[in-house]
């Protein structure tokens, strides 16, 4: 089964910090049957944000964690234009991306953060996904730059 859905991308993100922001991305992943416990699941990932944030230059955010309620490695897309605050010292993130990877899935888990963050460093991918019109345009950007 593929990462990202078109039912995993949220083009206008209208949260107003972190956790609002990952709640909404969690939520797609509940309704996808990809995460059986929302709470559980949002606890995991804000436990990985206290170690360290992840907010990365240029406007990206990667909250991720592995969690016992992940039946699947997933990845949500969350466009904000007003952007987060997701602690990275250039200002707040416009593109999100959330990784949710089952608790034995530490390779599936890594093997993506470290793809996406490769991509991430292409002005042009982060430009596609600016520009992006509908959400299956995100996931065929997202299908060819990062499910290699």
């Known amino acids: 089964m593929s990462l990202i859905t078109e039912k995993q ?7 107003t910090d972190r956790t609002d922001a990952t709640r909404t991305l969690g939520e797609t992943l509940v309704a996808e049957g990809r995460v059986t416990d929302l709470e559980g699941f949002l606890d995991d990932v804000r436990k990985r944000e206290e170690q360290m944030a992840t907010g990365l230059p240029g406007g990206i955010g990667i ?12 990845l949500v897309f969350g466009r904000s234009r007003e952007g987060i605050d997701w602690g990275s010292e250039d200002g707040p993130a416009t593109l999100i991306f ?17 793809m996406l963050a490769r991509k991430l460093m292409r002005a042009e991918f982060k430009e596609s996904l600016r520009n992006a019109v509908t959400p299956a345009e995100v996931v065929q950007i997202v299908r060819s730059e990062v499910e290699q």
């Open 63 to 74: 909250p991720h964690c592995r969690s016992t309620h992940v039946t699947e490695p997933s």
């Open 9 to 15: 991308v949220v083009l206008d993100l209208r949260a």
């Open 98 to 114: 959330l990784i949710a990877a089952p608790e034995g899935g530490g390779e599936d888990h890594l093997k993506i953060l470290a």
